[in-house]
């Protein structure tokens, strides 16, 4: 019995040991880089916490940290709030269009006969085979003013030659970036929602006399919100970080925190600020990831 | 062929318990017709040029096993399937072309098929709603359809915090709750345990003759069926076998196919003998030293291979043979008993090694059965008690 009960703590403290080193204490450390100052030195920071100076320099060094670089962060004068606001529209944007891009393929995907499902799947999860960072370059070869897209328009006499569209280096580029990036993080759980639907539910509605369109409306799309919640979140939140693609793709106007949180970082060379940055980020996403949870602990319920 | 079969098929019309056989009756103009319908999914006939009427006020079961296309035949009234030849029309309307949600039928489906995320009272005011019923009308008929069910109380539930049996009845009464010209069942209670089913036919039948509505139901539950319904269509093959009054199918089955799906039945072989007006001598395979009589008209030539269809509860064991002569009989031997409690059930090994199973009713209170293992008996039975089957 003893033994029994330690395997399962064993068992049990393997991931929340994991967590804590890998997740915790890194938050931990970015935390009290945030609430330090900014110092020419190697680390670039102070206080340093140096347990052998004793236990009256730990105390001097605790009383030196302070909100400081919070209150810089938050304060309008500085790009940051609004850096975070456009984050958040960017992704906001990013995550209705995925949605309406998404559901109508995850749609057709559930309704396809059962034998090409998994092949529809292999489909949607095929471009991870491939790096991220390789598909993004690769839009910038699509969209660029000499690029495949506006080689195709002025080859259809769509555009004129002297005009191409300037689609690079504008937000435009970055919705495009996030869209396909994120599509498949969307495809999957409306997939899986819109795939668990009983069929005789619509057979049911249609027998009490509601045409298809309207039992779409009625039946389908309130029982794939779970599913609509989540690949939403499952995008939202990564996106709201997100630093690659606005960098490749996006302008000098596109303001995206996470462009701020590394100019702040490796230009400006400051690890407490862009800690500041980091935390912020964090609690605001904290919001909607609480949100989350508690719609999938109702979901769960509610079986 | 009516041979004074007691009809059970009686329906309160105007206060008066009357008997209900519309489909005798030549001027009635039925409901519901199926004219040489037709329904293949690729290479498989589902339905074949099967013609079917159903009356006004009729409880009418389709009875076969999995995949004789009772389903389809269903679901081909309800607008899921087109049929791919024939017509069906529905009070003189043909239906070939309209859309499931413009048909004036209704349809419980096996899985219930509630609406999750809507309450009980929102699942039964859905079709309500569609028809864009004034609000007012709609809260008294769905209140009026709660109390039906006996459901009051559950009005605001969700599907999910009901038992199976109150699912059940939701889906029955979102399912009547439009008043449809035909209410369609498809293995209603399938769902439910054994008690609860024998209960909720009761109250289907009460339901039924309540609403005077037409009642269509699905099932491959011969006790369900032969209990509900005023006449059963047994299917095989996309086909009708027969289609009559339960009592009518039990007792006088008109093929092989019929007499075993139906109930149980002992089927010997015989060949027929001699013919008289209403009576036919045969002398069967099993006891060729025995012959048997049957009184009905005969429905093949002398010399022709038939069947005789002999129910298990028709027949009677003994120990001694019985006195009167007029009554068939045949000798064998006890090879095994099956004790049921209020039935005995006697296989009887024949002459030849023909087994046939006789049943009684274990009348008093007795451990030890006069009639054991290996004892030699005679199984007679009167001349009213088998059927003659050609097919």
């Known amino acids: ?303 | 062929m009516s041979t004074g079969v007691a009809e059970k098929t009686q329906k309160t019309i105007g206060g008066i318990r009357r008997k209900f056989a519309p489909w005798n009756d030549p001027q009635a103009v039925p409901l519901i017709r199926y004219q040489n319908v037709t329904k293949r999914f690729g290479e498989f006939t589902a339905v074949d040029n099967l013609s079917l009427d159903i009356y006004e006020r009729e409880f009418f079961a389709l009875l076969g096993p999995s995949g004789c296309g009772k389903t389809t035949l269903m679901r081909m009234l309800a607008g899921f399937e087109e049929p791919t030849e024939g017509k069906i029309t529905l009070a003189g309307e043909d239906l070939v072309g309209t859309p499931p949600y413009k048909r004036q039928t209704n349809m419980m489906f096996q899985s219930y098929a509630l609406f999750p995320h809507m309450s009980v009272w929102d699942n039964i005011a859905f079709g309500l709603r569609q028809d864009r019923m004034e609000k007012g009308a709609v809260a008294a008929r769905v209140e009026e359809m709660l109390k039906l069910v006996k459901l009051e109380k559950f009005a605001k539930r969700k599907p999910h915090q009901l038992s199976g049996g109150q699912r059940q009845r939701v889906a029955l009464a979102r399912s009547l709750a439009k008043r449809p010209k035909v209410l369609l069942l498809d293995e209603p209670l399938g769902a439910l345990d054994k008690k609860l089913r024998e209960e909720t036919q009761f109250e289907l039948m009460d339901i039924q003759m309540e609403l005077g509505m037409t009642f269509l139901i699905v099932t491959h539950d011969q006790e369900e069926a032969m209990t509900v319904a005023d006449r059963i269509a047994v299917m095989n093959h996309g086909k009708l076998v027969q289609v009559a009054p339960p009592a009518i199918i039990y007792e006088q089955p008109n093929s092989r196919y019929v007499a075993d799906f139906v109930g149980d039945v002992n089927i010997l072989d015989a060949r027929v003998e001699s013919i008289a007006p209403g009576a036919v001598t045969l002398r069967a395979e099993a006891a060729p030293d025995m012959s048997i009589r049957v009184s009905q008209e005969c429905p093949a030539k002398v010399g022709d291979t038939v069947a005789v269809a002999l129910r298990p509860e028709k027949l009677r064991v003994e120990l001694d043979p019985p006195a009167d002569p007029s009554v068939n009989c045949l000798s064998g031997t006890i090879w095994d008993i099956g004790y049921l409690g209020d039935l005995s059930i006697y296989h009887v090994e024949l002459p030849n090694g023909t087994r046939v199973k006789a049943a009684k009713p274990n009348l008093t209170r007795m451990v030890e059965r006069p009639i054991t293992w290996d004892d030699k008996v005679y199984v007679s039975f009167t001349p009213d008690a088998g059927v003659v089957l050609t097919s």
């Open chain 1, 1 to 303: 019995m003893a033994v029994k009960s330690r395997g399962r703590w064993l068992v049990l403290a393997i991931p929340y040991l994991w967590l804590v080193a890998l997740f915790l204490v890194p938050f931990l450390i970015v935390f009290k880089i945030s609430l330090s100052q900014d110092a020419i030195a190697q680390p670039p920071y102070e206080p340093i916490f140096d347990l052998s100076a004793g236990w009256e320099a730990f105390k001097d060094a605790f009383s030196q940290l302070s909100f400081e670089n919070y209150s810089y962060v938050l304060s309008w004068d500085n790009e940051f709030i609004e850096a975070y606001g456009s984050s958040l529209w960017i992704a906001g944007i990013s995550t209705l269009l995925l949605l309406i891009v998404g559901y109508p393929i995850a749609y057709g995907m559930a309704r396809a006969p059962k034998s090409i499902r998994p092949t529809l799947l292999m489909l949607v999860i095929l471009p991870f085979w491939t790096s991220f960072l390789i598909r993004v370059y690769a839009w910038i070869g699509i969209l660029s003013p000499e690029g495949l897209l506006n080689q195709l328009l002025m080859a259809l006499g769509i555009i004129s030659p002297d005009a191409p569209l300037q689609i690079l280096a504008t937000n435009t580029a970055v919705y495009i970036g996030i869209v396909y990036s994120y599509l498949p993080f969307m495809i999957l759980p409306l997939y899986s929602a819109l795939e668990k639907m009983d069929d005789t539910l619509l057979e049911a509605a249609a027998d009490l006399g509601c045409p298809p369109f309207a039992a779409f409306w009625k039946i389908t799309w309130p029982l794939s919100l779970p599913g609509v919640f989540a690949g939403s979140l499952l995008c939202f939140i990564p996106a709201v970080g997100e630093f690659v693609i606005p960098d490749l793709l996006g302008g000098s106007d596109t303001l995206m925190i996470g462009k701020v949180l590394w100019t702040e970082f490796s230009v400006n060379r400051s690890w407490t600020v862009s800690s500041a940055v980091a935390v912020l980020l964090l609690m605001v996403l904290v919001i909607p990831i609480v949100f989350y949870q508690n719609l999938q602990a109702r979901e769960v319920e509610g079986r």
